[in-house]
């Protein structure tokens, strides 16, 4: 079983995890990500792994509580355990010969981001990270990648925190200052991924975005999480899940993600009235 060692609450719904699970640990690189059931009767649903720890065998993950699953995770306390914890799987952030990146995380994406940026700055790379949020309530990480960043930018849309305004107006400003990147590396929200993308079109500076769709068995056999890259049918789960960006059809993967957004409410709002019952 794997055991909850650290349960942390990032923000009123956003918590952090580190789960024992030692082979996990000792694999586990950038850019990857686990499935998990929180017991026998529960769904697979994917988790990016948002840091790991090799010598204590430890695998950090950071979910935000949207659904039945998440929900139900997040009732877990730490010493309790997870029925299924499964990775690492998809394939490893690159980062081999980048010079200047920017980092660009919004809302709980920047558990994605977090990982790439402090693997890059321990490789020597010049790291500006910009994270994005609603407001002040929900920031995460901001020291976090303030440790391992040459340059961060927190950007909030109601001014709350940092300055006010979108990643994308940050990540401009930074270019026509001058600043020359080799990549930028994106992940969060798939409008604002898109966006991103978009402006760093504009200027010509190659793009990685991280994508998460519907997944469900994480091996590419059931094609849950197809999207269209280039003109072709790709798998995150196998061959991503981080894409060219300039190369994402981004409609079509907004309008599959909202495919079962009916069905996720239901459940989640199940879920709510289980537990509450449960009190």
Known sequence: MFEIKRKECLNPTVT??????????AKAEPGQFIILRA????????????????????VTIIFQVVGATTEKLNHLS?????????????RATHTDGLKKVAVVGG????????????????????????????????VILEEDFRSVSDKLCLMTD?????????????????IESGEEYDEVITIGPLPMMKFVCLLTKEYGIKTVASMNPIMIDGT?????????VGGKTVFACVDGPEFDGHEIDFDEAMARSNAYGEFERHRYESACNLFKEVK
């Open 39 to 58: 017991d026998a009767e529960g769904e697979r649903i994917p988790l990016t792994v948002a840091d790991y720890d090799r010598e204590a065998g430890t």
């Open 158 to 174: 109601d001014g709350s925190a940092g300055e006010k305004g979108l990643v994308t107006d940050a990540l401009r400003a930074l």
């Open 107 to 138: 809302g709980v994406g920047c558990a994605i981001a977090f990982p790439i940026a402090k693997k890059l700055h321990a490789l020597g790379c010049e790291v500006h990270s910009i994270i994005g949020f609603r407001s002040r309530d929900l």
């Open 220 to 228: 590419g056999m059931c094609g849950g999480c197809r999207l269209t």
């Open 16 to 25: 952090r995890m580190d789960i024992y699970a030692p082979r996990v640990a």
């Open 78 to 90: 730490e010493g309790d355990c997870l029925c299924d914890f499964v990775g690492p799987l998809g």
